[in-house]
T-cell receptor
Framework: DQQVKQNSPSLSVQEGRISILNCDYT??????FLWYKKYPAEGPTFLIS?????DKNEDGRFTVFLNKSAKHLSLHIVPSQPGDSAVYFC???????????FGKGTKLSVKP | DTAVSQTPKYLVTQMGNDKSIKCEQN?????MYWYKQDSKKFLKIMFS???????INETVPNRFSPKSPDKAHLNLHINSLELGDSAVYFC?????????????FGEGSRLTVL
C-alpha cells in the first residue's frame, strides 16, 4: 500500500528549462512533506520541505508546491542544471506516522 | 568529515551466513534509523532508536537485530541471510524523533546474498 506515490520513474529536461517533479499521497493525516535528492552510490540528502499550513516554499532554484485538497505536491527546479541530475524522493510524515514514508523516486536527467 | 558513516560499503556473502553493518554519526543527534532500499527502489524504515531506546520496529524478520551501544552508534546484525535480504541498507540520523526534522543519511551498504 503506497501512501506516497511518484508515478514518473524518470524525467528528462534540457539545461536551463524548468523541471517539475510530482508526488501524490493518500494519507490525509500527513502534515509535513520533504524532498530528498540522491546521487549514485550516495545516501539521500535533504533538499526542501513544506508544512501543511503552507502551499509554497522556496529555496533558491527550488520551489515546492502543496495542494492539500488534491493531496499533491510538486518540486520545481528553475533553471535546471546538469548537476541536478539525480533521483528525487518525495517523503511525508504526520498523524500516527512516527517516521518518514518515501516514494519510489523520480530520476531526473538534465541534458546540457 | 563524514556526518553519518556506515561500514562496510559493499558486502557479498553466502546464504545462511551472519553479517553485521555498523553505523556511526558525529552530528550529536538523538535518533538513528535503519532503512532498506530493495530492488523496487522503495526506501522503507526498519528500525529507529532514540537515545539508545528502540522506538520504531517495523515488520522485519527477527533475523534482523539492531543494537545501539550509545546514541552515536546503531549497528545492524543479520542472522541466517536469505536471498531476499539483498538490498542497500541506509543508516540515518535526525536531531530528534522526527517531528519536523530531516534525516541525514549515510552512503549506504550494498548487501548481496548469493
Amino acid at each position: 500500500d503506497q501512501q506516497v506515490k511518484q508515478n514518473s520513474p524518470s524525467l528528462s529536461v534540457q539545461e536551463g528549462r524548468i523541471s517539475i517533479l510530482n508526488c501524490d499521497y493518500t494519507n490525509s493525516m500527513f502534515d509535513y512533506f520533504l524532498w530528498y535528492k540522491k546521487y549514485p552510490a550516495e545516501g539521500p540528502t535533504f533538499l526542501i520541505s513544506i508544512s501543511s499550513i503552507k502551499d509554497k516554499n522556496e529555496d533558491g532554484r527550488f520551489t515546492v508546491f502543496l495542494n492539500k485538497s488534491a493531496k499533491h505536491l510538486s518540486l520545481h527546479i528553475v533553471p535546471s542544471q546538469p548537476g541536478d541530475s539525480a533521483v528525487y524522493f518525495c517523503a511525508a510524515t504526520g498523524g500516527s506516522q512516527g517516521n518518514l514514508i518515501f516514494g519510489k523516486g523520480t530520476k531526473l536527467s538534465v541534458k546540457p | 568529515d563524514t556526518a553519518v558513516s556506515q561500514t562496510p560499503k559493499y558486502l557479498v556473502t553466502q546464504m545462511g551466513n551472519d553479517k553485521s553493518i555498523k553505523c556511526e554519526q558525529n552530528l550529536g543527534h538523538d535518533t538513528m534509523y535503519w532503512y532498506k532500499q530493495d530492488s523496487k527502489k522503495f526506501l522503507k524504515i526498519m528500525f529507529s532508536y532514540n537515545n539508545k531506546e528502540l522506538i520504531i520496529n517495523e515488520t522485519v524478520p527477527n533475523r534482523f537485530s539492531p543494537k545501539s551501544p550509545d546514541k552515536a552508534h546503531l549497528n545492524l546484525h543479520i542472522n541466517s541471510l536469505e536471498l531476499g535480504d539483498s538490498a542497500v541498507y541506509f543508516c540515518a540520523s535526525s536531531q530528534d524523533r522526527l517531528a519536523f526534522g530531516e534525516l541525514f543519511f549515510g552512503e549506504g551498504s550494498r548487501l548481496t546474498v548469493l
